[in-house]
């Protein structure tokens, strides 16, 4: 059973950068496409990025395009976000997914079979 681990969350100021992981065990990573997505409250989860096996595919939100940058690392098991210029808006839960699809990007949640609890980014105005 795959089992995602979300880290590096937190509270910065508008303007600021954090750097999210997902570290992945009990499967084979390298095989797997991932994701992020996030969850603001009251609203509905939403895509951020997503990134193929071995990366050589990657889609983005229109909202995080320039700002944000996923990457992974089959070496470490390990999925990133890099985030910079948050915003307000990009307060949220962060979640990784991962996919048995390996070539996917896609931006639909039902694509992604395996999920991690999230991370809780807080951008303070």
């Known amino acids: 059973q795959v089992q995602l681990v979300e880290s590096g969350g937190g509270l910065v100021q508008a303007g600021g950068s954090l750097r999210l992981s997902c570290a992945a065990s009990g499967g084979t990573f390298s095989s797997d496409a991932m994701c992020w997505f996030r969850q603001a409250p009251g609203k509905e989860r939403e895509f951020v990025a997503a990134i193929s096996r071995r990366g050589a595919s990657l889609r983005y939100a229109d909202s995080v395009k320039g700002r944000f940058t996923i990457s992974r690392d089959n070496a470490k098991n390990t999925l990133y976000l890099e985030m910079n210029s948050l915003e307000p808006e990009d307060a949220a839960v962060y979640f990784c997914?991962?996919?048995?699809?390996?070539?996917?990007?896609?931006?639909?949640?039902?694509?992604?079979?395996?999920w991690g609890q999230g991370t809780q980014v807080t951008v303070s105005s």
């Open positions: 997914a991962a996919s048995r699809i390996s070539a996917t990007t896609s931006a639909s949640a039902g694509v992604y079979d395996y």
